[in-house]
């Protein structure tokens, strides 16, 4: 079974709470910026239910070059990881 699409997502949404589907595409929008700002200036935003967007601060370490075999050396650096909520593992699997 091939997986939704993002215009099947906003159809569906839009059928279920009954709104236009140009409202669900800006609160989709609305929500996915809101998301960004917020962890960009908390650290963190939570999807009740879903799980919860981070900011990670990740050490320089030393890597390997995997085509020449060289040590070198990674830089610090800041990422963004999804941590899925208890809710959502326990439906899905």
Same mark, same amino acid.
């Given at each position: 079974m091939p997986k939704m699409t993002k215009s099947q997502m906003l159809t569906t949404l839009s059928e279920k709470c009954e709104m236009s589907k140009k409202d669900v595409t800006t609160?989709?929008?609305?929500? +996915?910026?809101?998301?960004?700002?917020?962890?960009?200036?908390?650290?963190?935003? #939570?999807?009740?239910?879903?799980?919860?967007l981070v900011k990670v601060a990740r050490k320089a370490r030393m890597g390997r070059n995997p085509a +020449?075999?060289? +040590?070198?050396?990674?830089?610090?650096? #800041?990422?963004?990881?999804?941590?899925?909520?208890?809710?959502?593992?326990?439906?899905?699997?």
């Open positions: 609160l989709i929008e609305e929500l +996915t910026e809101l998301a960004y700002k917020e962890v960009k200036k908390n650290g963190e935003f #939570t999807l009740p239910g879903i799980g919860k +020449t075999g060289e +040590t070198i050396k990674i830089p610090a650096k #800041t990422v963004v990881k999804f941590r899925v909520a208890k809710a959502a593992k326990e439906a899905v699997l």
